[in-house]
């Protein structure tokens, strides 16, 4: 199902008109990408596997080079994307595919920068817990969203859906690799913060919706994972 167009986006930190600013100066490459024959599918692999290289690359503690190769692999999320609606829409398995590919690509990511913590200090509990509560609140953004549209809701609402939590994630990189460490730390704690408070947001959101239509709120029902 997708989004319903009157659900109100306008909380999220980035702002969609300069969502719009990106996409539009990705079109070009997308038409290149179309003419060439560039499947979408293509991409988000190619994605993932930038994702994966960036990750690695944050193990190795190249702070700054990782944060390069994660923002072109990010971006290629919104090329998919283009690319899909640029060859007429795009197909079920692309949209399942896609979004299971950005959790993996989420949790490598994650994972890069724990080894990177463990490698680099001694003392790595604390990190290492705020990267869990991120991840976990990443994922949950992403399964709140999933389950609401299942319902029969919209819930792509939120202070930070992928593209924020993206943003800065990168900026907490850089300035890491400027020998300022405790902007890594800082940016995890902040991603995880924003994480929940979209769940809590979309739970929110979905109440009313529910209360609205006069039906039952769908916690509990059907709560059996495939």
């Keep these: 199902m997708s989004a319903d167009p009157r659900q109100p986006r306008g909380d999220a930190i980035l702002s969609n008109a300069l969502k719009e600013t990106a996409r539009a100066a990705l079109a070009p490459l997308i038409r290149i990408l179309a003419a060439a024959g560039v499947t979408p599918n293509a991409v988000t692999v190619a994605g993932l596997v930038l994702v994966a290289a960036a990750s690695l690359v944050i193990w190795q503690r190249s702070l700054l080079l990782g944060a390069v190769i994660l923002a072109v692999g990010a971006g290629l999320d919104a090329i998919d994307g283009g690319l899909a609606r640029a060859r007429g829409g795009g197909t079920p398995f692309g949209g399942f595919l896609d979004s299971t590919l950005d959790r993996t690509g989420e949790a490598l990511v994650y994972l890069g920068i724990v080894a990177y913590w463990l490698g680099a200090t001694g003392q790595p509990f604390g990190p290492v817990m705020i990267a869990a509560l991120a991840l976990s609140g990443s994922f949950l953004v992403s399964y709140s969203r999933a389950r609401a549209e299942a319902a029969g809701f919209a819930a ?33 704690g902040l991603i995880a913060i924003l994480a929940w408070a979209t769940v809590a947001q979309r739970i929110w959101s979905v109440r009313q919706q529910a209360a609205a239509a006069d039906l039952p709120t769908p916690i509990g029902q059907n709560n059996k994972e495939s």
């Design 156 to 188: 792509s609402n939120g202070l930070a859906p992928r593209t924020e939590r993206l943003v800065i994630l990168v900026l907490g990189l850089v300035v890491a690799d400027l020998g300022y460490h405790v902007a890594l730390v800082a940016a995890m």
